[in-house]
């Protein structure tokens, strides 16, 4: 069954570093997501990506947050200068349209 | 601001008994709700989507319904197995491919 997959599994990384979190979405869908979810908390929408176009963003996605499809495959997200609050789980998601299917995620510890 | 709630943050039934879990929601209806299942430190796995226009949905143990009336969908687990056990999250949807909108979850633990 076709699935998302995200690296690393975990990132350890200082504050102010940048930082690049990949994912391949499931290969015949069109949208995709990422969410995050800090530790004992709810899972959050970050951005939403179609057409190699942002599509919908949250107030948590300001710029030190960007997002690329730098090929047929991978789909990014790039930290540009981390802080410790970006220290949560990182999901990616892609659709066709409506089923939301996510990745195993990407544990970011901001240090 | 859409306000969601899941029924309790944790539920603990016998096994073989059929779990049921709530969620509830204020303000506009959504298109469509989700349901997922989350295991600690992995990320949601997709069970069940019900539309606005669907009362109920089933596959295979589970059963989900969905009243735009009261605001609430119920999620169900027949014959509830240990392996069940897991958090259960709702997600809500407001049109194709927008972004969904989780509650804060059930923790489920079937004991034997």
């Known amino acids: 069954e076709p699935e998302v997959t995200q690296t690393p599994s975990h990132q350890v990384t200082q504050m102010g570093q940048e930082v690049i979190l990949r994912c391949v979405p499931i290969s015949n869908h069109l949208y995709f997501y990422w969410y995050r979810q800090i530790l004992g908390q709810k899972v959050e929408f970050l951005v939403s990506?179609?057409?190699?176009?942002?599509?919908?963003k949250s107030e948590i996605f300001d710029d030190q947050f960007s997002v690329e499809r730098p090929d047929g495959s991978n789909f990014t997200l790039k930290i540009r200068s981390t802080k410790l609050e970006d220290s949560a789980m990182y999901f990616c998601?892609?659709?066709?349209?409506?089923?939301?299917?996510f990745g195993p995620g990407t544990r970011l510890t901001v240090t | 601001s859409q306000k969601i709630e899941q029924n309790s943050e944790a539920l603990n039934i016998q096994e073989g008994k059929t779990a049921t879990l709530t969620c509830n929601y204020t303000n506009y209806s959504p298109a469509y709700l989700q349901w997922y299942r989350q295991d600690p430190g992995r990320g949601p796995v997709f069970l069940l989507l019900i539309r606005e226009n669907e009362k109920e949905k089933r596959k295979e143990r589970l059963k989900v319904t969905f009243d735009t009336t009261l605001k609430q969908s119920l999620f169900h687990i027949t014959a509830s197995q240990p392996a069940d056990s897991a958090t259960y999250l709702c997600?809500?949807?407001?049109?194709?491919?927008?972004?969904?909108?989780f509650g804060s979850g059930t923790r489920l633990s079937i004991r034997p």
């Open positions: 997600a809500l949807g407001y049109s194709s491919a927008s972004k969904i909108i």
């Open positions: 990506f179609y057409n190699n176009e942002i599509s919908e």
């Open positions: 998601a892609s659709s066709d349209p409506k089923e939301q299917y």
